[in-house]
C-alpha cells in the first residue's frame, strides 16, 4: 500500500502562502477522530501519489510519524495551473463501511467490432468494510458491436455480496453505438440540382 507523508498544517499561516512555498492543502477526518486535522503536503509528494492512487484509494497516511489508514476522498485540481489544490483524506476503521468511489476502466478498445465506445459513467459509488474497498472496475471491451450495453448492475462490483452498490444499478456505464457518417450537400451539388 502506498504511503503518503504529510504534517499538520498551522492553520494562521494562509493556504494560498503555502501553496506558493510548494505545499497542497488537505484535511483528515474520521469517525474515532475529534474534527478533522487539517494537513500540508508537499506538491512533489502529492504530484507523486497520484500517478498510482485516485480518487477512492487506500493508502497509508503518515502525519508527524503517525501511521493513518486512509481513503482518499477528494482531490481538488485546479487545470489552469495543472497542479493538485487540495486533498481530502478519511480514515479508515475496522469493521465500520466507508462510502466510496471505484473508477471504471475500459479495455481493449481495438477489439470492439463495430461501432463507437460512449463512456456514460466513469466511477461507480459504492459502500464497503475497508478490506472490501475497491479501487477500479474493468470493463473488456473485446467483442462489443453497435448496439451493445453495460450496465451497472452487469459489473463484478455488482455481484459481490461484500459491497453496496449506491448507483443505480440500472444506469448504463458504457454503450456502443453505430457511426453514422452524414454527408453534407455541398454548393456545387446544390446548384446543379436546381
Known amino acids: 500500500m502506498n504511503t503518503l507523508s504529510a504534517e ?3 492553520m494562521e499561516i494562509k493556504a494560498k502562502k503555502l501553496r506558493r512555498e510548494g505545499f497542497v492543502t488537505g484535511n483528515v477526518f474520521g469517525k474515532n477522530m475529534e474534527g478533522s486535522i487539517p494537513l500540508k503536503i508537499e506538491k512533489k509528494e502529492a504530484d507523486k501519489i497520484l500517478k498510482t492512487c485516485n480518487k477512492g484509494s487506500q493508502l497509508i497516511l503518515c502525519v508527524d510519524g503517525e501511521n493513518i489508514p486512509v ?5 481538488d485540481y485546479n487545470p489552469m495551473k495543472h497542479e493538485i489544490v487540495e486533498m481530502d483524506f478519511q480514515a479508515l476503521v475496522k469493521g ?3 462510502h466510496s468511489v471505484a473508477e471504471v476502466v475500459l ?6 467490432k463495430s461501432g463507437v465506445v460512449e463512456l456514460l459513467l466513469e466511477e461507480i459509488s459504492y459502500e464497503a468494510l475497508p478490506e472490501n474497498l475497491v479501487e477500479k472496475v474493468e470493463i473488456d471491451l473485446a467483442g462489443k458491436q453497435a448496439g451493445d450495453a453495460i450496465h451497472v448492475k452487469d459489473l463484478s462490483i455488482a455481484s459481490d455480496e461484500r459491497i453496496h452498490i449506491k448507483t443505480n444499478p440500472e444506469e448504463t456505464v458504457v454503450q456502443i453505438t453505430e457511426v453514422h457518417n452524414v454527408v453534407e450537400e455541398t454548393e456545387d451539388e446544390e446548384a ?3
Open 8 to 10: 499538520k498544517r498551522n
Open 71 to 75: 481513503l482518499l476522498k477528494e482531490i
Open 96 to 98: 465500520e463501511k466507508v
Open 107 to 112: 479495455l481493449n478498445h481495438e477489439k470492439v
Open 192 to 194: 446543379t440540382e436546381e
